[in-house]
């Protein structure tokens, strides 16, 4: 028999029928916090944060607080006397037992003394009844023959985390632990030569610029499709696992992972996409594939590739995978596939948000990088000329909740793909992508100008050299005109732009 329920806090008890005994509770103790509140003027501001008037379990005592909380937000006096005034405003003057009931509470305490300690118990059983009613809610719909399962798991899900956000509190933490831990990363970064103080991101420039994926980041990177926004994620999921040994979580809710470790096999063996799917491999590349797969072989790379991943279901799977394998950075693709069942929206607007919101939440509570992938509205397509095809923060699409949460914006850019074969700098842009860093909390922003093997889905640097940044984010010359770039393609030095097959550009 499930749990009589009483979310409102009436004048009901509230009993657990299954064991026959009251919810957790400490009216005595809900007295003497009321009794230090009419006491102490400066009581109401240690406990605030603390208490709301559902935390009292007696509905005399959530009658009275809600009257002290009032005359406090309203700043007036509290004591025995303006709290009857002000339950007396309200009409709650005989629920709650009268002047009297008032005047024995105030007499149980003499100070207010250890009200924190005791406001704190008194959160706790809240937060126990909470529970009680969560799970007595989910039995009775578990017992229900006409509830889709997979509904209730999104429900019960949704519900849950509505209660862990509402009880995360943190506390203040005075500076001088915080300026230790500050100088131990200067110090940490002092020791590397190149300055890293994040996981490295595979190319020179970026890592200059942005000093490697960040611990609590959320990184969106963003692009039209066709822009090869997966690629340059498994790029990066390459460069950070298989080249510097960094675990990885990688949740694609896009492709299958057959199909994702096909475009990494392509991406590592050098071997284009296409032959990797109807396997017409010659000899050479067959010898390729058995020698550089084994780079691959035992990579920390864990994929996930669950369809419709809630944000709640996310949140679980990073923590089990943080928590056994050691992962330090995640990786979604996309943002927009994912959605925030069990709870209620009034548009798809406000559950992006909601997704945005709780992945930042994500990488702050693990203290990894959060690398997220998102679409990019059409507002691209219809702008004219170089500076209209390139992306802009608000083209990012659904939310602009998603601009606001993200510690780093990057766009995937490739001017070549709407017939732009040149900048405005005289940069060759052939087999060239842009990664604009259109957004970024910690440092500079600017482009970082990298190859484009669209045959192997891999982005790479064209070249060791890289331009400086100047102060405000700031690129000072040119990257690499169209005549260097041919001299470094006929030397070798960077490979040739991507090909195009008899059935249009070969697969990315």
């Known amino acids: 028999m499930p749990i009589n329920q009483n979310r409102n806090n009436n004048n009901k008890t509230q009993i657990d029928t299954n064991y026959a005994h009251l919810q957790p509770q400490a009216v005595e103790l809900e ?58 405003k309200m009409g709650a003057i005989e629920k709650i037992g009268g002047a009297g009931y008032l005047m024995e509470i105030s007499s149980q305490v003499a100070s207010a003394a250890h009200i924190e300690y005791h406001a704190r118990i008194l959160a706790q059983k809240y937060l126990q009844r909470q529970l009680i009613h969560y799970a007595g809610d989910i039995e009775t719909q578990a017992y229900d023959e006409g509830v889709d399962v997979d509904e209730l798991m999104q429900h019960a899900e949704g519900e849950l985390f509505q209660l862990s956000q509402g009880n995360m509190k943190q506390d203040y933490t005075q500076i001088d632990p915080v300026i230790k831990d500050a100088v131990d990363i200067l110090q940490r970064a002092a020791q590397n030569k190149g300055g890293l103080t994040g996981i490295p991101t595979g190319y020179q420039q970026m890592d200059d610029m942005t000093s ?126 994912m959605n925030a069942n069990g709870m209620k929206f009034g548009s798809r607007q406000e559950e992006v948000s909601t997704i945005s919101r709780s992945l930042k939440g994500l990488a702050k509570e693990l203290n990894i990088p959060v690398l997220a992938l998102s679409q990019l509205s059409r507002n691209v397509e219809n702008r004219e000329g170089l500076e209209g095809k390139r992306p802009q923060l608000s083209d990012l699409r659904e939310s602009g909740a998603i601009e606001q949460d993200a510690d780093m914006v990057l766009f995937v850019h490739r001017p070549e793909y709407y017939h732009i074969y040149q900048d405005e700098k005289g940069n060759d842009l052939h087999g060239m992508a842009q990664i604009i860093i259109a957004k970024h909390r910690k440092g500079a922003t600017g482009d970082v100008l990298l190859n484009f093997r669209g045959e192997f889905t891999r982005f790479q640097d064209p070249t060791d050299s890289y331009t400086p940044v100047q102060e405000g984010g700031e690129i000072m010359g040119s990257k690499m005109n169209g005549v260097a770039a041919e001299g470094m393609i006929a030397s070798g030095a960077i490979p040739p732009p991507p090909m195009t097959g008899p059935d249009g550009p070969l697969p990315f």
């Open 31 to 88: 007295k003497v916090v009321l009794g230090a509140l009419m006491i102490d003027t400066d009581a109401f501001s240690v406990v605030s944060e603390m208490l709301k008037p559902q935390t009292f379990y007696d509905p005399r005592h959530q009658k009275i607080y809600e009257a002290i909380q009032t005359m406090n937000m309203e700043e007036r006096p509290v004591d025995i006397m303006t709290v009857t005034d002000e339950l007396t």
């Open 212 to 337: 490697g994926w960040q611990p609590s980041d959320l990184v969106i990177i963003a692009g039209r499709p066709a822009m090869g926004k997966t690629s340059f994620a498994l790029s990066i999921a390459k460069n950070v696992a298989v080249d510097h040994g960094v675990p990885i979580g990688f949740f694609s809710l896009e492709m299958n992972n057959v199909q994702l470790v096909n475009r990494l096999i392509s991406n590592v063996c050098e071997i284009s996409g296409k032959k990797i799917l109807n396997g017409q491999l010659d000899p050479s590349e067959w010898e390729r594939l058995d020698k550089k797969i084994r780079s691959l072989t035992g990579a920390p790379i864990y994929i996930d590739d669950t369809p419709g991943l809630s944000v709640f279901e996310l949140r679980t799977k990073a923590r089990r995978l943080v928590r056994e394998k050691g992962v330090k950075l995640l990786m979604i693709d996309y943002l927009q596939l």
